[in-house]
């Protein structure tokens, strides 16, 4: 809420955050088509660049009011942003195979997770959507269920490599949890080499 501060990654989604140290890890990558299921406030487009593209879906119309009126990540952020009000599992099968270069899965930190987000038959429809060399990242901090074993069987049936990046909260952001899984060796060796990922099998 602050005006000083829009364009700060904050609670779950600090640089030090899973998620800020994989756009680390890709910032060498050119232009990028990235997907977001779920909006929150928009936090994630401050990690767009300028010739990126950056959609979200968010199923919930108040939502995306909330995030445009109470919020500016969104209208600061580098690139347009384009906010779709669909479930993200139907609205990504619109979209062209193939497309998507890092899609973002957000929607797992409430009591009440949408499951149908994690089975098998789901990422089917997100890998025919993903470049061959993308990355799908998983927000899963939850102080209730752990979300690793799920994402652990999901990886071994479609032959992704699974890592987990935990960080500590700070002064403007929370504990978080994030599960990247990739096929591509490349993205692997990075992931390894900058960043406290590890495979939760280790």
């Known amino acids: 809420l602050d005006d000083s501060l829009p364009l700060k990654p904050t609670t779950y989604y600090g640089t030090r955050s899973g998620i800020g140290q994989v756009f680390k890890v890709l910032e060498d990558k050119g232009e990028m088509d990235i997907t977001a299921v779920g909006l929150g ?4 487009s401050v990690y767009a660049r300028r010739g990126d593209t950056l959609r979200f879906y968010e199923i919930n119309p108040d939502v995306i009011e909330l995030s445009q009126t109470y919020f500016r990540y969104l209208e600061t952020s580098s690139t347009k942003v384009e906010i779709i009000a669909a479930d993200g599992r139907m609205g990504l099968r619109s979209q062209p195979i193939k497309s998507t270069d890092l ?7 409430s009591d009440a997770i949408p499951v149908h987000l994690l089975t098998i ?3 089917d429809v ?3 959507r993903l470049k061959e060399d993308g990355v799908i990242c998983v927000h899963i901090s939850n102080q209730h269920l ?3 074993p799920v994402l ?3 990886s071994r049936h479609h032959n992704l490599s699974l890592h987990v990046l935990n960080s500590k909260e700070t ?6 949890q994030w599960a990247v899984l990739s096929a591509d060796s490349e993205f692997i060796t990075k992931l390894e080499e900058q960043t406290n990922a590890f495979r939760p099998d280790n």
């Open 41 to 44: 406030v928009g936090t994630l």
């Open 103 to 109: 899609l973002i899965l957000d929607a797992f930190s």
């Open 121 to 123: 038959e789901a990422f």
């Open 126 to 128: 997100y890998l025919s």
């Open 146 to 148: 752990n979300l690793v």
């Open 152 to 154: 652990d069987g999901v």
């Open 171 to 176: 002064s403007d952001t929370f504990d978080a």
